[in-house]
């Protein structure tokens, strides 16, 4: 089990640092941009919060976006969001698949380790992944507010990237699960997956109507506006996020150590 | 000898398409077993059941005494496998494979592996995704080896591997038997089969049709005829009684004739065509 998490963490690690990178990077160059447009936001403050369903949508009218804390909800928070999202997908839709993909499966199967074990050791990998990119994002982000001198509060932070973390385990579960029943790597069901919870999130926000489908999507309880806003998790939306993490994970786990290898 | 292959009464089937069905046949410990047919006949099929790569509708199937179902890490820890489809992991060395196969067993197998790459010309630097087919198989080969298996499973072995290098592998094979361990090896190179195995199981359409002898099987049946009848050269194989080849002859000018067992090549030919 050791060898195989380490392989797949061995794996991963460019793909790790340049999506880190990458997401940390704009967010960082997101906070430093900040100070040149604080006067400037300060005039569009006041347009954003009144565009109605739209304000609310990205959290506008709880939080000015001339306010640090308004601008990395809405601008980092968007970014981190989705970078976080789609690097979740990119490590876990191919995850169990690419064994039969690149015919390794004979190779890894032919030596005396349960499949289940497999599932678990490269379910370890990705929560290894998520934790260290997570990680590097808020260190970098944390760097942002060393030179712009002023920052979030320690356990605004930590609620916000905690529920992120949540965000990407449970999508990465969702992406995991799917990636046990498929002999070939689809990346783009993995990304889609994502962009359709983005989408349905965004429209329960605009659409009063579909409010009460809030909860189908995970980035409903990682919105950055709501937790940085109120200070508080959705924890009725996060346990149900566990819960269909867990699921998933049984789901992967069921399938993979049943399904005749191709 | 106690046996180390117990496979009894499997049938597999992918929905409506056959894989195979009712098949039974062991093989004892020391063997080198052939089993030969043509694509498609479920050889494959039969090799990924053995390894609990998938599972089966019916039927039982025991390696090393212990059933494939409820003991498959405790059997895989003792076998030692080569799939015909040799690949590894693309961006790793093919030491780093070696390594992994040997950790993964929780086995030191530093000494056996070294000996197996020196005789295996295996350039343990170089990146899965640098080497040949042939040289992905001698990889394969020392990952199969290292760890002194009871068992070995090959399919399709030499394929991608120069003579050279057939004439090593075959070499090792026998010298692990020697000491113990038991080798079943599928192939369509036949004369492998002629030249290593013991015994041999013929499969056709998911169907056994013979388990035998390598003798035993190229006796079977059919006969080679060499005839010059009324001053015309034929040759043929004969599959039916030698006496009524011996009517057929009666009345007709023989100047010469001679009956000879087929080659193994046209012996099997008979069991694919028939």
């Known amino acids: ?262 | 000898m106690k046996p180390v292959i117990e496979i009894a009464h499997l049938t597999k089937r992918y929905g409506k398409n056959r894989g195979v069905t009712d098949l039974s046949f062991t093989v004892a410990q020391g063997e080198i077993f052939g089993f030969l047919g043509p694509n498609g006949a479920g050889k494959s099929t039969t090799i990924r059941a053995m390894l609990g790569f998938i599972g089966f509708d019916s039927g039982e199937i025991r390696l090393l005494g212990k059933d494939i179902r409820r003991e498959r890490e405790e059997i895989l820890a003792q076998v030692g496998y080569m799939p015909s489809e040799t690949m590894f992991y693309p961006n790793m060395k093919a030491g780093e494979i070696i390594r992994m196969a040997a950790q993964v067993r929780r086995k030191d197998c530093r000494e056996e592996a070294g000996i197996l790459c020196e005789r295996l010309q295996v350039d343990t630097e170089k990146r899965i995704c640098e080497l040949s087919l042939g040289n992905r198989k001698k990889v394969s080969i020392v990952c199969a080896m290292q760890h002194r298996p009871e068992l070995f499973i090959f399919d399709e072995p030499t394929s991608g591997l120069d003579p050279l290098m057939q004439t090593a592998f075959f070499q090792l094979i026998r010298e692990y038997v020697e000491q113990g361990a038991t080798c079943i090896l599928s192939t369509h190179v036949l004369s492998e089969v002629r030249r290593y195995c013991d015994r041999a199981a013929i499969l056709k359409e998911g169907q056994l049709q013979r388990v035998d002898t390598v003798s035993a099987l190229t006796r079977a049946g059919a006969k080679r005829i060499k005839w010059v009848r009324d001053g015309r050269q034929e040759e043929f194989i004969y599959e039916g009684d030698l006496n009524d080849l011996h009517k057929e002859l009666a009345g007709h000018d023989i100047t010469d004739l001679l009956i000879e067992e087929p080659s193994l090549e046209e012996a099997f030919m008979e069991y694919y065509r028939s």
């Open chain 1, 1 to 262: 089990m050791k060898s195989i998490y380490q392989y797949e963490m061995k794996q991963y690690i460019r793909t790790l640092l340049l999506w880190s990178v990458c997401v940390g990077g704009m967010g960082m160059a997101c906070i430093l941009l900040f100070s040149g447009m604080q006067e400037e936001m300060a005039g569009m403050a006041e347009s954003f919060a009144a565009m109605g369903a739209f304000s609310e949508a990205f959290g506008m009218d709880r939080l000015s976006i001339a306010t640090l804390k308004g601008f990395y909800a809405t601008e980092v928070g968007t970014i981190h969001e989705l970078g976080g999202a789609m690097f979740a997908a990119v490590l876990s839709m191919n995850m169990l698949s690419k064994e039969e993909d690149g015919h390794t499966s004979e190779f890894l199967f032919s030596l005396p380790i349960a499949r289940g074990k497999v599932v678990w050791a490269k379910w370890c990998a990705i929560v290894a992944n998520l934790l260290l990119f997570h990680l590097i994002c808020v260190g970098i982000y944390g760097a942002g507010f060393l030179l712009l001198g002023e920052g979030l509060s320690a356990r605004e932070m930590l609620l916000y990237h905690g529920m992120q973390l949540l965000l990407g385990l449970e999508l990465a579960g969702i992406c995991y699960a799917f990636s046990a029943f498929f002999r070939q790597n689809k990346l783009g069901v993995g990304l889609g997956v994502v962009l359709l919870f983005y989408a349905c999130d965004l429209l329960c926000r605009v659409s009063p109507e579909m409010e009460k489908f809030s909860v189908l999507s995970p980035f409903a309880y990682a919105n950055a506006s709501e937790i940085l806003s109120t200070g508080q998790i959705a924890a009725g939306g996060a346990a149900l996020g566990i819960g269909i993490l867990l699921a998933a994970l049984g789901i992967a786990y069921f399938r993979y150590t049943r399904k005749d290898l191709g």
